[in-house]
């Protein structure tokens, strides 16, 4: 399966490259942009679902304290996952934006605009691919709440079962 993904992924990208040497970077420019506002956002749900759902390893992690045996480890690493993804993809955004005014005044990529454009696009293909993947494991805080939530439920359910309450007994 990951092999089919990474062969269709690299398709994809190799039709941007030649068709994205097309469209200009002003075209391109808001793509990035709203691909910038995208990462943001994902950022900022997914931090505050760690500090909904780890708070108290938050305070440990900032007071220095804790240890890295939890048992909800795995749980951490799945859901900062998408931090660090958008964290990147944002700062890679934002490098391109300084960097884009620049490397357009070079004689050598005015010269060859068009492989520039593709690359760029290429580029812009990449990041919206990668964040779209991020999207998605975005999701993951919000499943373990609710995964969370049902196995307890079902635990409730079970124990309610074999030992009756005391409105039962009435």
């Known amino acids: 399966m990951k092999i089919l993904g990474g062969l269709a992924m690299l398709i994809i990208l190799m039709a941007s490259a030649y068709f994205g040497q097309n469209v200009p970077f002003t075209n391109q420019w808001p793509l990035f942009e709203a691909l910038r506002t995208t990462a943001s956002i994902i950022f900022a749900v997914v931090g505050a679902w760690f500090a909904i759902i780890y708070p108290e390893r938050l305070k440990k992690s900032f007071r220095g304290g804790g240890s890295g045996s939890d048992i909800n480890g795995s ?26 005014p620049i490397i357009k005044q070079f004689s050598f990529v005015i010269e060859h605009k068009e492989i520039y454009r593709g690359l760029s696009y290429t580029l812009l293909v990449f990041l919206t691919l990668w964040q779209l993947l991020t999207v998605l494991y975005s999701l993951i805080g919000p499943d373990m709440v609710k995964r969370h939530n049902s196995a307890q439920e079902r635990a409730k359910q079970a124990a309610d079962s074999i030992m009756p309450t005391n409105s039962d007994k009435k």
Not at 76 to 100: C, Q
């Open 75 to 100: 749980g951490i690493t799945r859901l900062f996952t998408p931090i660090v993804h958008s964290t990147v993809i944002l700062a890679s955004i934002l490098v391109i934006g300084v960097a884009a």
